[in-house]
């Protein structure tokens, strides 16, 4: 049974107007954020897309447990399990991502991506809170 108070939750946020892209993991244990990164001018779903997979470098880096992360994103988590991403949009990040994936399958094969329902459990707590 996943336990929604221990592993990693990733979110990103753009801005339109501000023309920036950034995303962020939150241990849900301590509520400190582990990681956070300005990507520039990119779409969401890249952004949901890169934060599960520095959440994954997370975890094997630091030896993390429980290997958990929560995602909101049903699109991001997709590209994630195919270790390959169907944006239109390219760029050096998108491409190392999906290599480092594919390098990295034995060891990334054993974490979990959750699907975070917000209805059910709320805001996940890596949200920027810019709604």
């Not at 958990?68 to 169907?86: C, E, G, L, P």
């Not at 094969?109 to 459990?121: G, L, R």
């Not at 709320?122 to 920027?128: C, L, N, S, V, Y």
Request: charged share 30%; net charge positive.
């Amino acid at each position: 049974m996943i336990n929604l108070n221990e592993g990693i939750a990733v979110d990103s946020a753009h801005s339109t107007k501000n023309r920036k892209t950034e995303f962020k993991g939150v241990d849900l244990k301590t509520g400190k954020t582990l990681f956070y990164c300005d990507l520039g001018n990119q779409t969401i779903n890249i952004g949901e897309f890169l934060a599960i997979v520095e959440a994954v470098k997370y975890i094997i880096e630091h030896d993390f447990h429980p290997k958990v992360i929560f995602s909101d994103s049903t699109t991001a988590i997709s590209w994630f399990k195919n270790k390959r991403t169907a944006s239109g949009k390219r760029n050096d990040k998108l491409m190392k991502a999906e290599i480092y994936l594919r390098a990295m399958a034995y060891w990334i094969d054993e974490i979990e991506v959750v699907k975070w329902d917000n209805k059910s459990f709320g805001e996940i707590p890596a949200d920027f809170n810019r709604k």
